[in-house]
T-cell receptor
Framework: DAKTTQPPSMDCAEGRAANLPCNHS???????VYWYRQIHSQGPQYIIH???NNETNEMASLIITEDRKSSTLILPHATLRDTAVYYC????????????FGKGTRLSVIA | NAGVTQTPKFRILKIGQSMTLQCTQD?????MYWYRQDPGMGLKLIYY???????DKGEVPNGYNVSRSTTEDFPLRLELAAPSQTSVYFC??????????FGPGTRLLVL
């Protein structure tokens, strides 16, 4: 599975959009981009995933560049409860290989 | 649905003791996983299973054993506890190699 690069930390003002970048320049054509987050001491929580089209659900939006080498997770109106570590993971969905977690981005939402 | 449940929530072990961490899911998922997370680090895969009777090693399997006799349960066994096994352990499940759902974790301290 392709490796990802994320900034170690970011700050965001409460109520503003949080834009979390992820670089995956070696991604293959059949690899999906997954986003999870981990709120302090809790188990990771699935947020969203996509292949090449932009995706949106009740939690967030995922924007994937046309060349698929990078993506951005957008939390449209960040709240204090969105403070967490966010993990960007690239993997082949059909393969029997589990997720590989890196160190992620620590997002701090500030009042 | 309760989702993924783990017991115990917290345990202190002495060096050389053994214990079993329990994990149960009620979503009829065929895939189950065990991860460990050391302080300030990402998750590392210990073992995983793609169905009852089938298990495979992850990134850090040494010192652990697993079994999968039913779809619902995936216990993790520590035979001879060592201080290096002090960590938070997360169990997860998925329907196929897709989105994983995590339990709340078991915090283990080996002294």
């Amino acid at each position: 599975d392709a490796k990802t690069t994320q900034p170690p930390s970011m700050d965001c003002a409460e109520g503003r959009a949080a834009n979390l970048p992820c670089n995956h320049s070696t991604i293959s054509g059949n690899e999906y981009v997954y986003w999870y987050r981990q709120i302090h001491s809790q188990g990771p929580q699935y947020i969203i995933h996509g292949l090449k089209n932009n995706e949106t659900n009740e939690m967030a939006s995922l924007i994937i560049t046309e060349d698929r080498k990078s993506s951005t997770l957008i939390l449209p109106h960040a709240t204090l409860r969105d403070t967490a570590v966010y993990y960007c993971i690239v993997r082949v969905a059909a393969r029997n290989t589990p997720l590989v977690f890196g160190k992620g981005t620590r997002l701090s939402v500030i009042a | 649905n309760a989702g993924v449940t783990q017991t115990p929530k917290f345990r202190i072990l002495k060096i050389g003791q053994s214990m079993t961490l329990q994990c149960t899911q009620d979503m009829n998922h065929n895939y189950m996983y065990w991860y460990r997370q050391d302080p300030g680090m990402g998750l590392k895969l210990i073992y995983y299973s793609v169905g009852a009777g089938i298990t495979d090693k992850g990134e850090v399997p040494n010192g652990y054993n697993v079994s999968r006799s039913t779809t619902e349960d995936f216990p993790l066994r520590l035979e001879l506890a060592a201080p290096s096994q002090t960590s938070v352990y997360f169990c997860a499940s998925s329907y196929g190699p897709g989105t994983q759902y995590f339990g709340p974790g078991t915090r283990l301290l080996v002294l």
